[in-house]
């Protein structure tokens, strides 16, 4: 069964498997923390506790293990600042991953949920089969749009949801490939050569 590595190593941002008991206190408290920042997008903050934060770290195991549902604890500094998701939409489309992120406000503004959700995507990419990666959110969360179009997904199509309808962004697996081949090297304005690959190189599995 294809998965993806638990660690995976971004410079100064780390995202890692959970642990179900490890991280249990530590991401109650990420949570408690961020609930006004996450409240307008995530109706569920507001019933969240720590016999929730257990529960969800107990599925989250269970879908991993299951090949269904990859979520990461986003890590800067040492300290988990949120979470980001790959996962099969229950129902959906075989050829297609999606991508979920959140991050404490505290973390935000320093590139952590555009490289998060980048590497991602290159793992979802490396799944056999799968043709295209998608991001839905609140059509009002403009700082979640922002991340998928810096990423090159482009607005496909908008569905119902728990808040009444969320935004879908996709990208496709050809595109992908034709923005990896243009963008790995360019040469600038004065004959150097810069680097143009957003996340740099993937550590092994």
Known sequence: ??????????????????????????????IDGARGHLRPWMTWVDEHGPEQTAEFL????EAWE???????????GGAIVGACQLFRREGGPGGVM??????????????AATRAAGALVAEAFRFPGVEHVEIAHDPANHASGAVA?????????????GTGEEL???????????EERVGEERVGDEGVVENRKP???????
């Open 1 to 30: 069964m294809e998965m993806p590595p638990r660690v995976i190593e971004l410079d100064d941002l780390t995202l890692r498997r959970f642990d179900p008991e490890g991280d249990r206190a530590e991401l109650f408290e990420v």
């Open 58 to 61: 107990a599925r989250r195991q």
């Open 66 to 76: 299951a090949g269904r549902d990859f979520t990461f604890a986003v890590v800067l």
């Open 98 to 111: 999606e991508i979920g992120y959140w991050l404490h406000p505290a973390a935000t503004g320093r590139g």
């Open 149 to 161: 179009a810096r990423l090159g997904f482009t607005e496909d199509r908008r569905r119902p949801a």
């Open 168 to 178: 879908v962004w996709r990208l496709d697996r050809q595109e992908r490939v034709v």
């Open 199 to 205: 996340f740099g190189s993937h550590p092994p599995k």
